[in-house]
């Protein structure tokens, strides 16, 4: 099986499973225990935070350990609407339903919500984001890179924007919220640089197990009341018992990630995705059958621009091509190749559901590209000659999937 699904998930690293072990039966205690088995669950839990806090510029003392980015996420839409019943808040509608499935939650409580559209290539401009602002406006959430298209935002000119716009509103400026965890692991991400007061990661996008993920905060923001109550572990900040095993996965695999982006993962990431891109404008055409690419890398593909494609630029993750077939099927593209090729009708989360993706419907793809739309994402350890027989599979699926219409 060849596993093209990276924005999906990933497996677990050698070093994420080493990590994890000791801390499932040997060290298996309660770090809030006043007892010596604590002490290297403790130990554990202060080096993931270390190193989770590496990977984003981040002091450990701001990094939250919670289940998942769907928890992160929720937690800041949900408390800052408690705190605030009839604000406002602004989103990317590009945003992953984690964002989007708790702003419905509420807005039907009375919050009011402004969606910004993002433009052809994917991304928000930050213009539209400050515009979209009010004087009572709490929460400004928009995601660094996008998990359909790897269109990555411009998170600083966001920030900045939003907060001029706040000063000259004479309001205060809201949260300012960034969804990471797809760019987490795939390019640098620097909290400081960001300018945002939090940011959300998912371990499992980064060859660490699924079940955690964090906030992280910037040093000294404000921070919204915390979701869970209870125990006040997690300095209060998220009651539950630490979930020690998969902290230190966490940890571990954000150490490698450190260092494959430090000798440079990402550009060779890049060069794969435009040796997929060029050998699949090139099937396709030598095949007769029209294929496209959405975000930020459409004009470069429509031009088989070979040093464009494979060059790791700041508006694209290095991993990500979103391919339409237009006329085609997405759903039945996917299915064909299921057992060969794993790939990804728009995203993972809307799995079995054939409906357009909205990522796309707001970056207004025609209907006809939208729905014949897939997602290629390139995992770790992918070499040239998988790259190879991952075209040839797909452009065969397209090719079949036409001939089925017919
Ligand atoms: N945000 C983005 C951009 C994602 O891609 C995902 C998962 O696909 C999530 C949030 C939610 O992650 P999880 O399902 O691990 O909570």
């Known amino acids: 099986m060849l596993f093209f699904d990276a924005n999906a998930t990933t497996p677990c690293c050698d070093e994420a499973v080493s990590a994890l072990l000791p801390f499932l039966q040997q060290h298996f205690g309660n770090v809030s225990s006043s007892h010596a088995l604590s002490h290297a669950p403790l130990a554990a839990l202060a080096s993931a935070r270390a190193s989770v806090a590496e990977l984003v510029g ?95 935002n411009d998170i600083p000119r966001i920030a900045a924007l939003v907060r001029e716009r706040a000063s000259a509103l004479g309001a205060d400026t809201p949260f300012l919220h960034s969804d990471c965890a797809q760019a987490a692991g795939k390019i640098p991400v620097d909290l400081a640089r960001l300018g945002v007061d939090a940011i959300t990661l998912a371990a499992h996008k980064l060859y660490a197990p699924k079940g955690i993920g964090a906030t992280i905060f910037r040093e000294g923001a404000r921070r919204p009341s915390p979701l869970l ?20 996965a966490f940890g571990a695999a954000a150490r490698v990630s450190i260092e494959q982006l ?46 464009a494609l494979a060059a790791n630029v700041p508006q694209a993750l290095p991993n990500t091509l979103s391919v339409a077939f237009p006329g085609g099927n997405a759903s039945s593209i996917v299915a064909n190749l299921a ?68």
């Open 339 to 406: 057992s060969a090729l794993a790939i990804s009708a728009g995203s993972a989360c809307h799995a079995g559901v054939d409906k357009v993706s909205h990522v796309l419907k707001s970056m207004r793809v025609d209907l006809a590209e939208a729905r014949g739309t897939v997602r290629v994402s390139i995992a770790r350890g992918t070499s040239e000659g998988d790259v190879d027989a991952a075209v040839t599979l797909l452009v065969r699926a397209a090719i079949d999937g036409r001939a089925d219409t017919k």
């Open 58 to 152: 981040a002091r450990p003392s701001d990094v939250v350990f919670c289940s998942c980015a769907t928890e992160s996420i929720n937690s800041f839409i949900f408390c800052l609407a408690e705190r605030h019943p009839s604000g406002h808040i602004v989103a990317g509608a590009t945003e992953h339903v984690a964002v989007l499935a708790a702003l419905d939650r509420v807005r039907s409580r009375g919050v009011r919500i402004t969606l910004v559209d993002a433009e052809l290539d994917g991304r928000v401009l930050p213009e539209n984001v400050a515009a979209a602002c009010e004087m009572d406006t709490v929460l400004v959430s928009l995601m660094l890179a996008n998990n359909e298209t790897g269109a990555v």
């Open 229 to 248: 109550v209870g125990g006040n572990q997690e300095c209060g900040a998220r009651s539950g018992t630490e979930n020690v095993p998969y902290a230190a």
């Open 262 to 307: 430090a000798s440079g993962a990402g550009e060779a990431t890049a060069k794969l995705r435009g040796r997929f891109a060029v050998a699949l404008k090139r099937a396709a055409d030598a095949s007769g059958i029209a294929v496209a690419l959405h975000g930020p890398l459409r004009d470069a593909f429509a031009a088989c621009d070979e040093g």
